[in-house]
Every structure is written in structure tokens, then in C-alpha cells.
């Protein structure tokens, strides 16, 4: 039986269909989304609540003229189905294929590439008034989530928008789920534009208002009324929205794809900022992801049917231990507080929460606000852990600079997610922290070689009176090397391996790979110095005076970009001091990396042991 989704090819295809055959598409679309995801990983849960909506928005805009913005993106996979993409899911988030994020050279239907939150209404507020200066007149849609909507970039757009004499549409999907619960007083607030039953007072003046838009008027407001229950969903004003200047439309049912596309055309005639407020349901159509949303907000390979992922877990992540030594650090330390910016489960803290839900926060997605509050916090005597992924860090640059290292205040950045992080491609992987962290005065930053000596730096850094940021990748956590427990100095490397042809400064995740490169050197009879660097700020610089004096060639790796990463600290150093040593710096390229599985692009970035052999062996023959 050929499926409705066999016809949709190409932006536009969709209005080709009948409004009766509306949901049959939406149930082709989320069985095609849950096939494909289970196979290759992705973002399942937000995906399945907005497919009526992608709809719905496809039905009312003609792309690519009118323009849409997915704020974060990682919501945007039925919106790829409907342009042109289908065939590319196989492929979704593999090396080389198609990009789980609006991406726009993948397509010209997408406005904007996203990854991080709450960039939406900015951006779409550009578009506006590049739209209105070049004297053109498509749409401007952004679609925000409530999660997003507690992003500080969010509510400073939102400030601004109130001042727009022309029309941009916001719509504010609301699931009541950010990956975790949504937290703080805009989720509460929007709790009661969902259920309070005071606001249906308002529903005169909503109308007022609908009425007094230009081009809307009586006539349509009537006909709106007349729709089938249409208007019983437009005539909640929100104080909040209306109070800044924007206009207020909603609740709308967000599995309704007629209803939205009446308010969509409402919004569409005000000459304002119009808020379209709609409900929706994360994981809707998949049981499974309906119940435990957050689990499957964002999946590794699953089985359909139970719903269980393809590989078990066998080793810790480091986030794993980073979560048990949090709960062990907190029995001794009852001045210890932990910080998230809404990723308590991804950070690793949720059992931290559970058990000390008291010296708790989540702040919602406000990173710089985290780091700010953190300062607060150990200005008022208490030990703050702010974990938050590297790539979100980069959010808080100024507040690590202004609030906490100028005050110099004891507060610990645990950097989860950092060097290459893999399927969510450019805007996810960590590998800039190095760069922003560590020539920021004052700031210690660390770097483990396994997990021992990841609760080791945790430990250490809480006890240091000053702040401290430990940054430690995504994914499985390395036990070899479990020997070496040098006790941790402040700016002092830890000596693995004494050799006299090849130094090798690793750095974190890079030990690992530079004990392998270590043992090939050795097998064919070149002796290899090993050292595992610990501090990428201070740098140890005694260490690397020891080790040029007798080794021929001196290699630093580590997972940050070349430009302001360690090695760069190293060459610096091995110039101003005049050393005569060759020097290689194994670091990732200064570009965006996309996405792929982590081995596979160490492999590419040449970050792997066989290709940091091979670059040795190419600067010994140079020697010879
Ligand atoms: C700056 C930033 N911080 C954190 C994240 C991680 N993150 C991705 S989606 C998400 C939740 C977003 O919630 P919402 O906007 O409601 O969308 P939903 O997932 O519910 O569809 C978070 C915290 C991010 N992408 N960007
Ligand atoms: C879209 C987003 O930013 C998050 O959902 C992120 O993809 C989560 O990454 P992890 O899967 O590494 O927790
Ligand atoms: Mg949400």
C-alpha cells in the first residue's frame, strides 16, 4: 500500500495533501522517525511531539521564502522528512551524512544552524528587520521550547521584540518537559496558562485585542468563533507576553494541525511580535518515550518493540564517576553544592539531587546565570560544583572571567563532554574549553588520565581554595594505568614513563593514546619518556625543561583545537626559552568538526595512536 510519505519530496509536497489524510501523515511520519532513529540514534522524544506542528508550519509558510527558525534544532527532523531529506535518515548524525541539526548547507529550507538553546527569537528578530530594511515581506517563524524559553538569550530577545512594528511569529511548543523537568517560575508560570481556569476571564480582552489587530477585524474574530472550537484556545492573554508588547495567542492544542494554522494566520496580520503558544506531548506515538520522556530525549540504537537500547552499557562513564564522587565528596562536605543548567541526568547529578535535593540547583538552561550564582554562593561560604558540558561553557566566558576569577572565588567547573563528542556534530564537541579556560588568571585546569584520577582532581579541586575547572570527555571511562597515583601538586605533571629519543606531554583523554603510542615506539627499540600533564594551566614548565634536555623530539597531544590549546602554551614556552628540540603538537585542527562516531573522527583528526606513530616516525626520518 503506497504511503502519503512516498509523495513528499521536496518543500511544498505536503500541501499537496489532503486535510483529511492529515493525520494519516502525521502517523506515517512518527512510524518512519521511530524506524529510523532506533537504528541509527538521535533525538526521539522532542521529534514525535512536533510532527503536527512541523505540519502545520509547512502548510502555512512556503519555504524557502518564508523563514523558520528551530531553536536548538534538535527538533527539526520532520521538518527535514518534509524537505527533500527522507532518503538521508539512514545516514543520520554518521560521518559524512546528515546532520541532526538544521544545517544550512544541508538545505535551503534551513535558516539557521543551531545546536545550542535559546538563539531563536534573537536570530529571527535579525531576520525581521534585515526582512523589513530590504523592503521584503515573507514570515519570520521561530519555535522555541519551554525548556528554551528559560534561557536568558530567550527572555533578552523577548525584551526587545516588544518594540517590533512588524510581524514575527514565536511559537512557544510547550511539552512541560525541558530533557528533565522543566524548572523556575517561567515553567510555573506557563503551568498556569495550561491549567489555570482564571485566565478564561481574560478571554473578552483577548478578543478586544484579535479584533483591533489590523487585518484581522470582527469579521475574521467572528469567523475564528464560528471554526470548529477554534476560538476557545485564542482567548487566553498572557500577562507576561502582553505586559512586554507582544501579543499573546493560545493555548492551542499542538496535535491540531487546522486549529494552528488558523492561529498562525491570525498571528500572521498583526504588526507586532505575536507569541502562538502551543501544547504538546514529547514522545507522542512511541509508549515508551510518552512515559519516560527524558530518557529518550536524546538515544543511542534501540529495539522498536521493548524499547531497550541495542548495547548495554559495560564500563562507568566518566559522568558516572563524576556522580558517585560528588555523593561521596558531599558526606564530608556539607558546604558542598552542586549546579546544573538543566542537565541534571546528563551531568550526572540526578542522584545528588535525589539525596541532597537542599544543596541542589538546577537553573534552568542559564549557564552564564549558573556561573554567576556560583560565585554568590562561595562568596557566601559554600563549596559550588558547576557542572556543564563543555560546549555550553562556552556560554559563561565572561562570568568565569568577571564573577569568579577576578573575585577569585573557590568554585569548581566540572566539564563534562570534553575533546570530541561525535554524533552532535559541530556545535556539541568540546574542544574549546582549553582555549577559553586556560589563560584566564587564576584559573587552575585539569585534565584526568583515567577515572582514579578523575574523583582524585574532584577531590583536590574542592579542597583548593581557588577556582578550579576539571574537564573529562563523554563516553566510557579509562581504568588502565590504574598504578600510577602520584599524589596530585598544584602544577606539577606526573612522570608515567622515563625514556631518552621521544618525550610524550599527554594531556587527559590523550594519556590513553599516548601509553600506546609509548609501547609501539618501544617495541622497535625507541625509547619513549611518557608524562601525564594534569595541569593545562599552570603549565608545568620544569617538566619541560627536564625533558628537552635529553630527548630528540618532543610530542604534546591533547582533544582542544591547536589555536590557545596546551601545546601552544608548550611551543611558546620552547621559544622564548630558546630550547633546541624538535616539537610536534597533536591537537585538533583549528575548524568545525562534524559529526561521526569518536573513533572514527579521532581517526580523521589523526588524534589516534596510529597516526601519532606515524607522525613521530615522519619527524625521526627527518632526523636521520
Ligand atoms: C546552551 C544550551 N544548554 C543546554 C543545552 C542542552 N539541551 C538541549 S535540548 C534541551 C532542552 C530543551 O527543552 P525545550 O526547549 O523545552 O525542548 P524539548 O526538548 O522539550 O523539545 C537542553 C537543556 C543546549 N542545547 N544548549
Ligand atoms: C540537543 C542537545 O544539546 C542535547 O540533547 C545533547 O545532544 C545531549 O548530549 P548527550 O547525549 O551527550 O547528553
Ligand atoms: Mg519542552
Redesign the pocket.
Known amino acids: 500500500m503506497p504511503r502519503l510519505l512516498d509523495g513528499i519530496n521536496n518543500a511544498n509536497d505536503i500541501k499537496k495533501i489532503k486535510a483529511q489524510d492529515y493525520d494519516k501523515l502525521a502517523r506515517e511520519i512518527r512510524d518512519f522517525l521511530i524506524q529510523n532513529v532506533s537504528q541509527t540514534g538521535g533525538?526521539l522524544a522532542s521529534n514525535l511531539g512536533v510532527v503536527e506542528l512541523t505540519m502545520a508550519l509547512h502548510l502555512f509558510l512556503n519555504l524557502p521564502q518564508d523563514k523558520l527558525i528551530w531553536d536548538?534544532g534538535?527538533q527539526a527532523y520532520t521538518h527535514k522528512v518534509l524537505t527533500g531529506r527522507k532518503n538521508l535518515f539512514s545516514t543520520l548524525r554518521q560521518m559524512d551524512g546528515m546532520s541532526g541539526f538544521p544545517k544550512r548547507e544541508e538545505s535551503v529550507c534551513d535558516s539557521f544552524d543551531t545546536?545550542h538553546s535559546s538563539t531563536a527569537i534573537s536570530a529571527a528578530l535579525g531576520l525581521v528587520k534585515a526582512r523589513d530594511l530590504n523592503g521584503e515581506n515573507n514570515k519570520v517563524v521561530a519555535v522555541l521550547g519551554d525548556g528554551a524559553l528559560t534561557g536568558g538569550m530567550a527572555f533578552e530577545a523577548i525584551n526587545n521584540a516588544g518594540r517590533l512594528k512588524t510581524n514575527l511569529i514565536i511559537v512557544l511548543n510547550d511539552n512541560n518537559m525541558s530533557?528533565s523537568e522543566n524548572v523556575g517560575g517561567m515553567a510555573n508560570y506557563l503551568a498556569k496558562l495550561r491549567t489555570n481556569s482564571k485566565y478564561t476571564g481574560f478571554k473578552e480582552n483577548m478578543e478586544n485585542t484579535l479584533i483591533q489587530m489590523p487585518g484581522v477585524g470582527k469579521a475574521l474574530v467572528d469567523k475564528l468563533k464560528r471554526s470548529k472550537d477554534a476560538i476557545k484556545y485564542f482567548m487566553l492573554p498572557s500577562m507576561f507576553f502582553e505586559d512586554m508588547g507582544l501579543t499573546y495567542i493560545g493555548p492551542i492544542d499542538g496535535h491540531n494541525i487546522s486549529q494552528m494554522i488558523t492561529a498562525f494566520e491570525a498571528a500572521s496580520r498583526a504588526k507586532k511580535a505575536v507569541v502562538v503558544h502551543v501544547l504538546t506531548r514529547k514522545g507522542k506515538g512511541y509508549k515508551p518515550a510518552e512515559k519516560y520522556p527524558s530518557r529518550y530525549?536524546?538515544v543511542e540504537t534501540f529495539d522498536v518493540v521493548s524499547g531497550s537500547p541495542l548495547k548495554k552499557e559495560k564500563v562507568d562513564s566518566y559522568t558516572k564517576v563524576f556522580s558517585d564522587t560528588m555523593l561521596r565528596l558531599a558526606q564530608s562536605n556539607d558546604k558542598l553544592v552542586a549546579i546544573t543548567a538543566a542537565m541534571p541526568s546528563?551531568t550526572g547529578l540526578t542522584h545528588f539531587m535525589k539525596q541532597y535535593p537542599d544543596r541542589f540547583f538546577d537553573v534552568g538552561i542559564a549557564e552564564e546565570h549558573a556561573v554567576t550564582f556560583a560565585a554568590g554562593m562561595a562568596m557566601g561560604g559554600y563549596k559550588p560544583v558547576v557542572a556543564i558540558y563543555s560546549t555550553f561553557m562556552q556560554r559563561s566566558y565572561d562570568q568565569i572571567i568577571h564573577d569568579v576569577c577576578i573575585n577569585n572565588l573557590p568554585v569548581v567547573f566540572a566539564i563534562d563532554?570534553a575533546g570530541i563528542?561525535g554524533r552532535?556534530g559541530k556545535t556539541?564537541q568540546g574542544i574549546f574549553d582549553l582555549s577559553f579556560l586556560s589563560h584566564i588568571p587564576n584559573l587552575t585546569v585539569m585534565a584526568p588520565k583515567n577515572r582514579y584520577e578523575l574523583e582524585e582532581m574532584l577531590a583536590y579541586a574542592v579542597s583548593y581554595d581557588g577556582p578550579v575547572a576539571v574537564r573529562y570527555p563523554?563516553g566510557d571511562a579509562y581504568d588502565g594505568l590504574s598504578e600510577y597515583r602520584a599524589p596530585i601538586v598544584h602544577g606539577k605533571s606526573e612522570v608515567l614513563k622515563q625514556g631518552s629519543d621521544i618525550a610524550i606531554l599527554a594531556l587527559g583523554s590523550m594519556v590513553k593514546t599516548g601509553a600506546e603510542v609509548a609501547e609501539t615506539l618501544e617495541k622497535e627499540g625507541i625509547s619513549t619518556s611518557l608524562v601525564n600533564v594534569r595541569f593545562a594551566s599552570p603549565i608545568d614548565i620544569e617538566i619541560i625543561d627536564e625533558l628537552t634536555k635529553k630527548h630528540k623530539i618532543l610530542v604534546s597531544m591533547e582533544e582542544n583545537v591547536r589555536n590557545g590549546g596546551y601545546g601552544q602554551k608548550v611551543a611558546d614556552y620552547l621559544c622564548e626559552s630558546k630550547k633546541n628540540i624538535r616539537y610536534i603538537n597533536i591537537s585538533v585542527p583549528d575548524e568545525y568538526i562534524e559529526h561521526g562516531g569518536v573513533s572514527e573522527l579521532h581517526k580523521k583528526l589523526g588524534l589516534d595512536a596510529e597516526s601519532i606513530y606515524n607522525r613521530i616516525r615522519e619527524e625521526l626520518n627527518l632526523l636521520k
Do not use: A, E, L
Open positions: 533525538h536548538v534538535h545546536g530533557i530525549h536524546s546528563g563532554r563528542t552532535d556539541h563523554k
